[in-house]
Nanobody, 123 residues
């Protein structure tokens, strides 16, 4: 079993930056991939980014390429989502999740989820 805890979400002005953290316990991060998803009110949960187990490969949604990066720290068993040049449309609850099988881009491929952290970008 994997436990995931997100942190780092807060209110920020447009153009600002935030770094979200996803701390894992129960399994070593190097043994499973981690994804970040976000969900705005009334909308579906959308893929944002993913990193393969051990951090060799990363994947980003088109909407965040050039602004967000995903990275991992094996020693801290933590995955980070660095978000720059934030826009109001980035406002959402951000979730990290442990990948089980299938495409990294689909939320159904993940089986353990954190509780989420709220990111609000003001214009």
């Amino acid at each position: 079993q994997v436990q995931l805890v997100e942190s780092g979400g807060e209110l920020v002005q447009a153009g600002g930056s935030l770094r979200l953290s996803c701390a894992a316990s129960g399994r070593t991060f190097s043994t499973f991939a981690v994804g970040w998803f976000r969900q705005a009110p009334g909308k579906e949960r959308d893929f944002v980014a993913a990193i393969s187990g051990g951090g060799r490969s990363t994947y980003l949604a088109e909407s965040v390429k050039g602004r967000f990066t995903i990275s991992g720290d094996n020693a801290k068993n933590t995955v980070y989502l660095q978000m720059n040049s934030l826009k109001p449309e980035d406002t959402a609850v951000y979730y990290c999740a442990a990948h089980e099988s299938g495409s990294y881009y689909y939320y159904s491929s993940y089986y353990y989820w954190g509780q989420g952290t709220q990111v609000t970008v003001s214009s």
